[in-house]
């Protein structure tokens, strides 16, 4: 076992280690594979489409958008239950205000996501 032959898992064969010059020309050749990664990682980190805060940020305004609109259906659910308690017109508020909340949490929707209430440029020039 003194030799610098190891037998192989396979068949038993036994192979020669590389030699020097073979691991040298290895390594330099991982070395410009992990130079061309890490350039290409550089790349991609300074690409503003590839932010990785952009995903976070999308779900965050995703979950604000839902959260507008259930909190919209649900008050005007509320406000028309007690006006129904109140004034004893059963089904009617109910109805009413629930549309009315169901409008107000669309507002509100494209409010936040910036699509309604955007000042836009005058036509014509200036």
């Known amino acids: 076992m003194g030799d610098r032959d190891k037998s192989d898992d396979q068949g038993g064969r036994a192979r020669a ?3 020097d010059s073979e691991l040298s020309g290895r390594l330099s050749g991982l070395g410009a ?3 061309r990664v890490q350039a290409d990682r550089k790349a991609e980190a300074a690409d503003p489409k590839a932010d990785p805060t952009s995903a976070a940020s ?3 305004l995703a979950f604000r958008l839902g959260a507008e609109f259930v909190a919209g259906v ?3 659910a509320g ?3 007690g006006i129904d308690y109140v004034l004893g017109t059963t089904p009617w508020g109910m109805i009413v205000f629930l549309l009315l909340g169901f409008g107000a949490s669309v507002v509100n929707m494209m409010r ?3 699509e309604f209430g955007r000042k836009t440029p005058p036509k014509g020039g200036a």
């Open 112 to 114: 936040a996501a910036g």
């Open 17 to 19: 280690e590389p030699s």
């Open 79 to 81: 406000l028309g239950w």
């Open 33 to 35: 594979a992990l130079q």
């Open 74 to 76: 649900l008050v005007g």
């Open 58 to 60: 999308g779900m965050a």
